[in-house]
């Protein structure tokens, strides 16, 4: 058995990208009490947590108390934090190898998957991951520009990410203000102009993809009503003939889309149209390019082989106005440079988390992946916990078995001497509880959770006041 994890050879892991599951490997292997380990957590922003961070909607606090145990994991003497520090960048996987025992790669999906439709490119035409990176604050994305001048605002699927963009876009400004979106974000929308959004499903009620207590809050807004059609709540016989087995979730999302659709009065000022069984075919611009309208084909639903029910287009087509489009069709994984790629699925090539190298087929020695960028965009924030237990149970087996990286350099010094080097302005743990310190204090003079910063200069600025 391995001498590394001793007490005089500690194991010694990077973890490559500081978002829940990066969090949940380092978690799990400190868990590993006979095990002496070193954990190494690198991030290219300043700020750890990821989609926590980035992605889960500023009106959604709860979710966002997960970083307690992150605190805790990072507590951790055995833990450091490198942010600021770009893998391919600032320093390549051949560093990482003369450095450390095992890798983890938990980059999680930084793109969207892409819908191909006439007009896409139009002015006015989005990715809602884009959308969702801004209004959180992310530094890469504070200066693009979303027009809510707009009346009618369009949100393509119904997803999670989806419903997050809706509500967002149907909150009042009080609403907003209790949270901690960006600031520029809350201005923005503070002026919007936009009475009516649409969200599109392509399949019907039962096939909704947003949790039951998402779908719930879309009826909570305190000035936004959610619409449903009738005849697009009531569900087609396919959908009917499955419910019986389906999750208590969806025959609970079933039911409160026939509310929604029962006719009712309300004076709130926003509408949000729920729509099912529809797929968009063209985004109409006017001469600006600008885009003005968006084609919608009907559709309905057919069982595959496998059993699931898919949409197909039928003759029938509409045309809804609109001057604002997300699509919110799912986000996708990009590769991490020196990685193996598996560009059909947008993920790591791996095996339950074991990089696998595509000429030999076979694992490549001290190298595996965790998250969304080892599995694909899919589940909650806890979903990634096992999935984290996974990977670090195989690199626990490898390590019994000897098989590990043979770094050149495997004290913690040297690899920090490398990185002052090539990233001066890297950032501590503590440099990051700086950040989070000031933001917060800055929000509590405003009434606000906290005011995040958005720009790279202003951290570094902070850490090295
Ligand atoms: P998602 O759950 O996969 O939803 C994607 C949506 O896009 C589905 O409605 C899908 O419809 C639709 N779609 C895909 N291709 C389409 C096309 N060509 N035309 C029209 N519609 C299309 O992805 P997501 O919303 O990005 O969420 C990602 C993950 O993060 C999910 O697991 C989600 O639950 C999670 N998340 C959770 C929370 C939360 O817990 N509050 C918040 C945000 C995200 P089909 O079903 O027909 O494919």
């Known amino acids: 058995m391995s001498e590394i994890g001793s007490i005089s050879q500690p194991l010694r892991v990077a973890i490559v990208g500081a978002g829940p599951a990066g969090f949940y490997v380092a978690e799990h292997l400190f868990k590993q009490k006979k095990l002496n380990i070193e954990v190494d957590m690198y991030d290219r922003l300043p700020t750890p947590f990821g989609l926590v961070r980035a992605g889960v909607a500023p009106d959604h606090p709860k979710i966002k108390s997960v970083v307690k145990i992150f605190d805790k994991v990072a507590s951790n003497p055995g833990f450091r934090f490198f942010g600021f520090v770009e893998l391919g960048e600032d320093v390549t996987v051949e560093d990482l190898r003369n450095h450390y025992h095992q890798i983890v790669y938990t980059t999680g999906a930084q793109t969207d998957r892409s819908l191909n439709i006439p007009g896409i490119d139009l002015i006015g035409s989005h990715a809602a991951t884009t959308f969702v990176a801004w209004y959180n604050g992310h530094p890469d994305f504070r200066e693009l520009e979303f027009d809510f001048s707009q009346e009618s605002a369009v949100v393509i699927g119904i997803g999670n990410v989806a419903v997050d963009v809706a509500r967002i876009l149907c909150r009042t400004t009080d609403e907003l203000a209790k949270t901690d979106i960006a600031d520029y974000a809350l201005?923005?929308?503070?002026?919007?102009?936009?009475?009516?959004?649409?969200?599109?499903?392509?399949?019907?009620?039962?096939?909704?993809?947003?949790?039951?207590?998402?779908?719930?809050?879309?009826?909570?807004?305190?000035?936004?009503?959610?619409?449903?059609?009738?005849?697009?709540?009531?569900?087609?016989?396919?959908?009917?003939?499955?419910?019986?087995?389906?999750?208590?979730?969806?025959?609970?999302?079933?039911?409160?889309?026939?509310?929604?659709?029962?006719?009712?009065?309300?004076?709130?000022?926003?509408?949000?149209?729920?729509?099912?069984?529809?797929?968009?075919?063209?985004?109409?611009?006017?001469?600006?390019?600008?885009?003005?309208?968006?084609?919608?084909?009907?559709?309905?639903?057919?069982?595959?082989?496998?059993?699931?029910?898919?949409?197909?287009?039928?003759?029938?087509?509409?045309?809804?106005?609109?001057?604002?489009?997300?699509?919110?069709?799912?986000?996708?994984?990009?590769?991490?440079?020196?990685?193996?790629?598996?560009?059909?699925?947008?993920?790591?090539?791996?095996?339950?988390?074991?990089?696998?190298?595509?000429?030999?087929?076979?694992?490549?020695?001290?190298?595996?992946?965790?998250?969304?960028?080892?599995?694909?965009?899919?589940?909650?924030?806890?979903?990634?916990?096992?999935?984290?237990?996974?990977?670090?149970?195989?690199?626990?087996?490898?390590?019994?078995?000897?098989?590990?990286?043979?770094?050149?350099?495997?004290?913690?010094?040297?690899?920090?001497?490398?990185?002052?080097?090539?990233?001066?302005?890297?950032?501590?743990?503590?440099?990051?509880?700086?950040?989070?310190?000031?933001?917060?204090?800055?929000?509590?003079?405003?009434?606000?959770?906290?005011?995040?910063?958005?720009?790279?200069?202003e951290m570094i600025l902070l850490k090295n006041s």
Do not use: C
């Open 187 to 457: 201005d923005a929308l503070a002026n919007s102009n936009i009475r009516e959004v649409h969200m599109l499903g392509r399949r019907g009620p039962a096939q909704g993809k947003f949790t039951h207590l998402e779908l719930k809050e879309l009826g909570e807004l305190e000035d936004a009503e959610p619409y449903v059609l009738p005849e697009e709540a009531k569900l087609d016989d396919l959908s009917a003939s499955t419910l019986a087995n389906a999750s208590r979730g969806t025959a609970r999302n079933v039911e409160l889309i026939e509310q929604f659709s029962l006719p009712k009065q309300s004076d709130k000022s926003k509408k949000l149209y729920i729509r099912f069984l529809v797929s968009p075919t063209e985004l109409v611009g006017d001469e600006t390019g600008q885009v003005r309208a968006l084609r919608l084909g009907h559709n309905e639903l057919y069982a595959t082989e496998a059993g699931t029910l898919r949409p197909r287009l039928t003759d029938r087509f509409e045309v809804i106005p609109a001057g604002l489009i997300f699509r919110s069709i799912g986000y996708r994984g990009v590769p991490v440079p020196g990685v193996p790629f598996d560009n059909n699925w947008g993920v790591i090539l791996n095996e339950k988390g074991r990089v696998i190298d595509p000429e030999t087929k076979s694992p490549r020695v001290g190298e595996y992946t965790a998250g969304w960028i080892k599995r694909g965009p899919t589940g909650v924030i806890g979903t990634n916990k096992p999935d984290a237990v996974e990977t670090v149970n195989l690199m626990l087996d490898d390590l019994n078995s000897d098989s590990v990286l043979e770094p050149s350099f495997p004290g913690p010094d040297a690899v920090k001497k490398l990185i002052m080097v090539r990233q001066p302005q890297f950032f501590s743990y503590d440099d990051w509880r700086r950040v989070d310190e000031s933001e917060i204090s800055r929000g509590e003079a405003l009434g606000r959770p906290r005011l995040k910063y958005t720009r790279i200069d």
